[in-house]
């Protein structure tokens, strides 16, 4: 009870910090992911980024291949196509890239914790290029039900590009995933999360995600 009652703290905390935010915006992924043999596995998802004030702003598809190395360990490698919908004084303007990616995965279990550290090298292939480093952490405390099980959680995520941008932006998230008996092929995560922008405007969301396994 105590473990969940921090998490709240800290979910408190990042609401509190959305009244400094410049803009809010709603993020929805959907996914689709399988194994096709014992140690690989693929995923098709989508994401979609809406703002308050601009409407549908974002949207990317990503397909990747993953291979569990170890207990603790998954390998993937994805193609990643991004459209980005920027508003001007003669409406919005649609820009388009590509960001392969390559991940790793090191996953950590305790008596108490979920635990994973997401490395992700990635190059995007847009007007200004921007090779990064990506690195997400996040932690999980599991609990099970006997219709809904569900795991709250914390994780922060930060962005260094290997350009004179350097160290440029970090992402916080608290929130909860959901997994019910009767639809173990469906896991959906609800989660609050503040975005902080070195260079442009700090985001608040909320964000709901769909992923199914076949």
Excluded: C
Aim: charged residues 25%; neutral net charge.
């Amino acid at each position: 009870m105590k473990k969940i009652i921090i998490m709240l703290v800290v979910g408190m905390m990042l609401i509190s910090a959305s009244a400094f935010a410049d803009s809010f915006e709603f993020w929805t992924i959907d996914s689709v992911k399988g194994k096709i043999a014992d140690q690989i596995g693929i995923k098709l998802e989508n994401e979609m980024k809406f703002g308050t004030v601009n409407g549908f702003v974002y949207d990317h598809l990503d397909f990747g291949i993953s291979y569990d190395a170890a207990q603790w360990l998954t390998i993937g490698i994805a193609e990643r196509y991004v459209w980005d919908f920027k508003p001007t004084a003669k409406g919005k303007v649609t820009s388009s890239f590509h960001a392969p990616h390559i991940d790793a995965k090191l996953k950590f279990k305790t008596d108490s914790f979920d635990i994973s550290d997401n490395n992700r090298f990635q190059y995007e292939f847009s007007s200004v290029a921007n090779p990064m480093y990506r690195n997400k952490l996040s932690i999980a405390y599991p609990i099970k039900g006997d219709s809904v099980s569900f795991a709250p959680f914390a994780a922060e995520e930060m962005f260094i590009s290997f350009t004179s941008k350097g160290f440029y932006r970090i992402r916080a998230w608290v929130g909860s995933e959901f997994m019910f008996e009767g639809a173990k092929f469906l896991k959906t995560q609800l989660y609050f999360s503040e975005e902080f922008n070195f260079e442009k405007t700090n985001i608040s969301r909320v964000g709901l995600d769909f992923e199914f396994s076949i």
